[in-house]
């Protein structure tokens, strides 16, 4: 799971720009809440996504609060291109393996 | 404890424990108090009590010192915590001692053709100078990289850097 958590941001960053808290919450919502993502290395990952160039962040005032909201880079979204790829890849190669237990 | 103080003291716990740049810091902090009063306002719309709420926010986020440690694996980090950058330190004992260095080479080069006993003396405290200097530079090193692990050690490093910087103002010998 923790090795997906980038991809899911990715993912969940596609429908649009959101800020740490919605993410989360779409990414449960979207799971049917099977998928909690541990709240704590939510906002290290959205970093290191930033870092990497494959998000941006942008601060803006919300009822007097400073919130920091997140969108797709270009990068990004190509980066989720190859990761959701890569990812049917291994579905798909997982699937094989798994039909021949008899 | 009151609820407001319930979240200053998990704040408090996890700037405590972040080992990033001040500006990182700040940054992490302030989007998890976002995040708590986010959690504990959804909680509430759910039916729960304010205090329910926030102990139900804060332990979705986990334990301080397991968030600080999330953060603080982000990536190395030019500048210690307070923003200096890390290597900054090692800077005036290196200075030192390749300006030490370079007296003692000078001093063999010009002195070749037979010392005097101030000569003499003079190269030796060139030589003490050097030695002082790259011990000085090799601890400033040393507790740099210390430093990564543990933050206690940069007060090893600024120790160095005080002593290189006393020894270039008031040189002992």
Known sequence: MRGHVGMLLLAALASGPAHGYALSAELRRRSGGRLAIV?????????????AGLVASSTEDIDGRRRRRYELTADGKAALKEDMRSWEMFKACVDDVLREIP | MSDDEQISSYLR?????????????RRAVEEIRNHLDDGAAAHMRSGATREQAIGLAISELGRPDTVAAEFNDTGAHGSDSTGVPRWLPLLPPLLLFVARIGLLVWSVIWMADGWTLGERATQQAYLLGAVTAGVLSYGAYFS??????????????????????????????
């Not at chain 1, 709240?39 to 870092?51: D, V």
């Not at chain 2, 700037?15 to 740049?21: G, K, T, W, Y």
Request: aromatic letters at 12%; one cysteine or more; hydrophobic letters at 45%.
């Open chain 2, 13 to 25: 716990r996890v700037r405590s424990a972040l080992r990033v740049p001040r500006e990182q810091r």
């Open chain 2, 144 to 173: 740099i990289k210390r430093a990564q692990s543990d933050p206690a050690w940069r007060w090893g490093a600024w120790t160095c850097t005080s002593l290189a910087l006393w020894m270039i103002v008031f040189p002992p010998f």
């Open chain 1, 39 to 51: 709240e704590g290395s939510l906002y290290p990952a959205l970093h290191r996504l930033e870092a």
